[in-house]
Every structure is written in structure tokens, then in C-alpha cells.
């Protein structure tokens, strides 16, 4: 870039240069007005010749900056490109910018991967406290309580609605600790998962659930089945807490190699600007640790639908 800066400036004064030895024009000591118009002329001439040149060289830097500042830290997998055929300065800055983006990037993904495997190791530890520990002894409190009541004349009432109290509050821990950790996905796999947690959405929050579930799938990796099971969680429970909608549906198939879930809703859709808060970071993490690629797109009064695709090796 230097020697390209260098050639523009030398240009513009070759061309002064030029002008001055080959044109009648002749300067008076006295400068006159002609004269200092012709100057005058001249100067903005070359100005502007200088001007349009040093655009022109540099413009890559100019395109480079944009491109920086329109990285998303969210989004993976961008880089700077282009830049081949430009200055070597500018290629060179590319070139570090996106090595920098590949260190950036790998250690994010291994620091969140390491935050969220102490988070699901965190949530079975408290989820197995929850069933083993107060699910025994809610258990121990509504069997006394039955107990009692059938044999209590007086109060009887009162026990009995002490266990049905207790009994809810079991069934909430219960659900609790499901969310949790999902049993499903330990012992049955993605789907069947999938199929579960959709039951649960629609029975607590009288919401349609409607699935579309490739049973055909083949044995994922567990940290993917993970991934995709808490993207589709996180993507439901935004839908009964936030979008006002009466139907959702959740699909898990093969697409043109991949592997695409999508969960779409009919309410209100997001609000705008939106702001991403835990949920949705959350599910960006998720996928960033699986390579997907995941997108929210949202209308008002159309709902939201969240799709993540994963390209798998070999054949799925």
C-alpha cells in the first residue's frame, strides 16, 4: 500500500509537473488574477486527482473496517474474505483479523462447553437430590397423611386435603427434576425425548402440540442429542411463556444431508428490537458447540420459528 500511495501522489505531481513545463501559462512576479484563477483551478485539479486515487487505494481497508464491524459474535463462522487480489497490507490484516476469529471462536467453544457440561452435571446432582431426597419424603408426608385420614373421623377432611396438597407438589417436584435432566434421553434417545417433553407442554399449558419426528434417525452422538433436546426446550418454553399461541410445532427430519429440527409457533411472534436474553444466547451456545446453524425468524402476528441445522458426517 505504501508504493500504491506513493504512485497516486507521484502521479498527481508528474501531472502538475507536466502541465507547468508544456503549458503558455507564465506567472508574473506580480501575480495577476488570470494567473491566480489558473492556479487556483490547478490546485483543485490536482486535489481532486489525489482524492480519487487515494480511494481507490484505500478502499480494501475502507471494506475491511465494514466487515469487522459487521461480525456477530453469535453467529460463527464468519470471516473476511475477498481480499486476494487487494494491497498486501490489506490481505495481511484480513488474514490476522480471521485467525483471530479462529481463537476467539475455538475458545469460546471450549470454555461454554465446559460451563455447560458443569451445568448439566450440576443439574443431575439436583435433580437426583430432588427425587431421591424430598420426592421419598413428600412420599413418606402424603402416605401418613392418607393414612391418618382414615382413621381420623374428625379431621378427616382437613388430611385429606393435605395429601391431594402434597400430592400436586410431588407431581411439580416430580416434573422439576424431569426437566432438569430428562430421563427419556438417557435411556430411550432423541425422539422418544422429544415425543415426552411435547406431551408434557401440551397437557400442563393446554397448548397443541403437534410433532413431526423422524423415527428413523440414527444413533447421534450424546453431546448433539443433548444440544438439540435443550434447543427444543428452551425454543417451547419461550412459546407458553411468551407467545400467546395455541399451536406449536415440532419437526425432526433429514433435509438435503442434514439434520434440521424446527420448532414453530402461531402467536404473536418477537418483539423488535429484539433482545437476546439467557434463552436464546443459551440455544446459541448450544448450537455453536455442535457446528449448527441456528436461525430465529419472527413476523408479528405470524409467530416465531427456530430451526437449527446440523451437517453430519457420512450418511444420516
Known sequence: MLWRVFAANAAVFALAFALLALSPVTIHAR???????????????????????????????????????????LNPGQRALGFEHTSSEALVLAQAFNQMLDRLEGERRESSARALAAQEAERL???????????????????????????AEADRGELVQLAEIVQHTLQDLRRISRELRPEALDELGLVNA??????????????????????SLPELPSDVELAIYRIAQEALTNVTRHSNASEVTVALDRSDGELVLRVSDNGDGLPAPLSEGGGLAGMRERAMLIDGDLRIESEPDSGVAVSLRLTMEGEL
Not at 68 to 73: F, L, S
Not at 127 to 140: F, N, P, S, V, Y
Not at 196 to 215: K, N
Open 31 to 73: 501575480i495577476r488574477l488570470v494567473e491566480l484563477v489558473v492556479l487556483l483551478v490547478g490546485l483543485v485539479v490536482m486535489l481532486g486527482a489525489d482524492l480519487l486515487l487515494l480511494r481507490h487505494v484505500l478502499a480494501p481497508i475502507h471494506r475491511l473496517a465494514r466487515m469487522m464491524g459487521a461480525i456477530d459474535p
Open 125 to 151: 446432582r439436583i435433580a437426583r437430590e430432588l427425587h431421591d431426597e424430598i420426592g421419598q419424603t413428600l412420599t413418606a408426608v402424603a402416605l401418613r397423611a392418607e393414612h391418618a385420614s382414615s382413621r
Open 194 to 215: 422429544l415425543i415426552t417433553l411435547c406431551e408434557r407442554v401440551g397437557q400442563q399449558d393446554r397448548l397443541r402440540v403437534h410433532r413431526r419426528l423422524d423415527v
